[in-house]
Each structure stands twice: as structure tokens, then as C-alpha cells.
């Protein structure tokens, strides 16, 4: 699986950004697919998650009600819609998939199979 992350930027705080992780090689909509981030300093932190097949997501504390990750399985895409942006936001994400099979949402790194390269969202104040 290849992942392709785009939408990164900067921002004002308090605006909003768009994320997408573009998948090829393989279908991903039975797999948990999610955000982490890292921030200058500081060790990748997930996001957010979402396992299609259950309809479930799953989002770190600090940015529920935030934002929302979804998919697209036509095109193999995933997205993480981040409103209301605050300074703290400020980080790279990345996108990545796990393959092995699971029964829940699983928010360690080392978790995931695949990912792709790293997008930078700056969250100006």
C-alpha cells in the first residue's frame, strides 16, 4: 500500500484545513486507517482513526469535536477535516494504514503497516 498525505498548510487559529490520504496498490476500506502527528520536540501522537468497515472512529482527546475523519472508499481516500484550529495543532501529520487484522482501534505507531510522508499544518495565532 502507498499513501500519499496532501492539505497541509497554514492557517490562522480558528481556521479550518482539510486533509487527504490517497491509497493505491490496495483497497483500504477494510482496514483501521489514521492520523498521528509530531510536533517540533515532541514524539508522534495520534489523531484520529477509522475503521470503515465497523462505521467507527476513534479521536484523541484534544481534538474531538474538532475534527472529523472519514473516507472515501470510490477512491480510496481518507481525510481528516480539522476545524477550529488552534496553535497546538501545529504539527506534521501523517497517514497510515493498518493491515492486521483487529478488533478495535489501535493508537500506537508502531500499530500501523503503511504510511505515508508527512504533511505540515501550521496553526498561526
Known amino acids: 500500500v502507498q499513501l500519499q498525505a496532501s492539505g497541509g498548510g497554514l492557517v490562522q487559529a480558528g481556521g479550518s484545513l482539510r486533509l487527504s490520504c490517497a491509497a493505491s496498490g490496495r483497497t483500504v476500506s477494510n482496514y483501521v486507517m489514521a492520523w498521528f502527528r509530531q510536533a517540533p520536540g515532541k514524539e508522534r501522537e495520534f489523531v484520529a482513526a477509522i475503521k470503515w468497515s465497523r462505521a467507527s472512529t476513534f479521536y484523541t482527546d484534544s481534538v474531538k469535536g474538532r475534527f472529523t475523519i472519514s473516507g472515501d472508499s470510490a477512491k480510496n481516500t481518507f481525510y481528516l477535516q480539522m476545524n477550529s484550529l488552534k496553535p497546538e495543532d501545529t504539527a506534521v501529520y501523517s497517514c497510515?494504514?493498518?493491515?492486521?487484522?483487529?478488533?478495535?482501534?489501535?493508537?500506537?505507531?508502531?500499530?500501523?503497516?503503511?504510511w505515508g510522508q508527512g504533511t505540515l499544518v501550521t496553526v498561526s495565532s
Open positions: 497510515a494504514v493498518r493491515s492486521r487484522t483487529t478488533l478495535g482501534i489501535r493508537t500506537i505507531p508502531s500499530d500501523y503497516d503503511y
